[in-house]
């Protein structure tokens, strides 16, 4: 019995490489294949070393359902001053009415408020998936599609740019109750005050999904959606570089409402070590370090769009003013999805990602979605984004070698092994 005791005590303190070399090893080896590429998914990071370990602490043990001091579990008084921490970090960084830190991802905080704001089959005006929107805003085969009546605006054919007279005379038209502003692959700022214009105008209100861009906004290197707008929703993980999850900001009066809607409407109990994670995350955005490396981030990225564009490369809108852009490669005879995988076989990862009108379809795509928020946590500046730029120029030229390509594999080795990646681990 003692014998079967000890044994059953010494599972449950295994480290994972021993109760489970299988999986250790395959942790192993995507730390190994993140250490050996050059990350150029704009909607990736590298999460500080604080955060996952908040993310991998105890508090995963623990059920709080509800909310601090109205949980629906005993032993929360802990638990709570965590939540508690992450909501006040999160109001302070954003200069939110209120905050709701328990959505699991951006797509859970995106249907928590159309199930707090919207009755099914309301009408709601936001942007299409192929110029750039997220399949939370009403693709056909998303849940937003299929309960509610989404209607879709675009970007101007010759500019590559939000055309916000367009956008107006559909909202009069269609006299939706939500607009949504915010995109996945839109380069240029977005002009919130002019959409809270549009929604006043037809009496619709106002969710901006900030996903990609909350980090610029928190540190105010790009115009504040939280003023203007009802709601506004976000993930963690992207330039905001904190846990994979998502938030809920909205003013005072949708407050009840959005946090019915995520408990018990859509969830049941919070993720106690995430919201954690992202207490932490909140922490580090608040300082003058993330901030810089905000600002660096949009260099690099002005940086990367220069010369990709002095090498032949044409940027959907010309250019860039935030952390990605999307090149265009109908010019240069080469696909999104031939791009993607020429460049995973030189060390760069990146997305395949439809162009504005584009006319292949989204398995293949005219394009590649490119952004800076790993790189520039990494380390890089610009004179690493030249040799990138050349890294992928090179790659993309239409008569390359396989000799070429293993060159090219040589050089984002030597570039990468001058920033080394978790050393702890
Ligand atoms: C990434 C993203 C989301 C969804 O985030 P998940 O956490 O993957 O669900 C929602 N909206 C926009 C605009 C995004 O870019």
């Given at each position: 019995m003692k014998q079967a005791e000890s044994k059953t005590q010494a599972d449950f303190l295994a480290p994972l490489k021993v109760a489970d070399p299988e999986l250790a090893g395959l942790i192993k080896d995507e730390l190994k294949r993140q250490r050996h590429t050059v990350e150029l998914i704009a909607s990736e990071n590298f999460t500080s070393r604080a955060v996952l370990e908040a993310a991998s602490s105890i508090l995963t043990n623990k059920y709080a359902e509800g909310y601090p001091q109205a949980r629906y579990y005993g032993g929360c008084e802990v638990v709570d001053q965590v939540e508690t921490l992450a909501i006040d970090r999160c109001k302070a960084l954003f200069g939110?009415?209120?905050?709701?830190v328990q959505p699991h991802s951006g797509s859970s905080a995106n249907q928590a408020v159309y199930f707090a704001d919207l009755a099914l089959g309301d009408s709601v005006l936001a942007m299409k998936l192929d110029h750039g929107g997220h399949l939370s805003h009403g693709l056909k085969v998303n849940f937003s599609g299929r309960f509610y009546h989404f209607h879709s605006y675009g970007l101007d054919r010759?500019?590559?740019?939000?055309?916000?007279?367009?956008?107006e005379r559909l909202a009069k038209?269609?006299?939706?109750?939500?607009?949504?502003?915010?995109?996945?692959?839109?380069?240029?700022?977005?002009?919130?005050?002019?959409?809270?214009?549009?929604a006043k105008n037809v009496g619709a209100r106002l969710m901006v999904d900030m996903a990609h861009i909350a980090g610029l906004i928190g540190a105010g290197l790009h115009?504040?959606?939280?003023?203007?707008?009802?709601?506004?929703?976000?993930?963690?993980?992207?330039?905001?570089?904190?846990?994979?999850?998502?938030?809920?900001?909205?003013?005072?009066?949708?407050?009840?409402?959005?946090?019915?809607?995520?408990?018990?409407?859509?969830?049941?109990?919070?993720?106690?070590?995430?919201?954690?994670?992202?207490?932490?995350?909140?922490?580090?955005?608040?300082?003058?370090?993330?901030?810089?490396?905000?600002?660096?981030?949009?260099?690099?990225?002005?940086?990367?769009?220069?010369?990709?564009?002095?090498?032949?490369?044409?940027?959907?809108?010309?250019?860039?003013d935030n952390h990605l852009m999307l090149a265009d490669l109908t010019n240069i005879g080469v696909t999104g999805i031939e791009a993607e995988n020429r460049l995973e076989d030189v060390g760069i990862t990146v997305n395949k990602n439809a162009v504005p009108y584009d006319e292949l379809p989204p398995t293949v795509t005219s394009g590649i979605r490119l952004g800076t928020p790993?790189?520039?946590?990494?380390?890089?500046?610009?004179?690493?984004?030249?040799?990138?730029?050349?890294?992928?120029?090179?790659?993309?030229?239409?008569?390359?070698?396989?000799?070429?390509?293993?060159?090219?594999?040589?050089?984002?080795?030597?570039?990468?092994?001058g920033f080394p990646l978790y050393p702890h681990l």
């Open positions: 939110a009415e209120h905050v709701n010759e500019t590559g740019r939000l055309d916000y007279d367009e956008i038209e269609l006299q939706p109750v939500l607009i949504v502003a915010g995109a996945s692959a839109y380069p240029r700022q977005i002009d919130f005050e002019r959409f809270a214009a549009i115009p504040d959606p939280v003023a203007p707008s009802d709601y506004v929703t976000t993930t963690t993980h992207k330039t905001l570089a904190g846990p994979r999850s998502g938030v809920i900001i909205c003013k005072g009066k949708h407050a009840t409402g959005i946090d019915k809607a995520i408990f018990p409407g859509l969830q049941g109990g919070p993720l106690m070590h995430i919201i954690a994670a992202k207490a932490a995350c909140f922490k580090l955005a608040d300082t003058p370090e993330f901030r810089e490396r905000q600002k660096q981030t949009i260099d690099n990225a002005a940086c990367l769009a220069r010369c990709l564009q002095d090498g032949g490369i044409n940027l959907v809108s010309g250019g860039t790993a790189v520039t946590t990494r380390g890089f500046r610009e004179p690493e984004m030249e040799q990138i730029a050349e890294i992928i120029l090179a790659a993309l030229s239409p008569h390359v070698t396989a000799t070429e390509i293993q060159g090219l594999r040589k050089k984002t080795d030597k570039l990468l092994a």
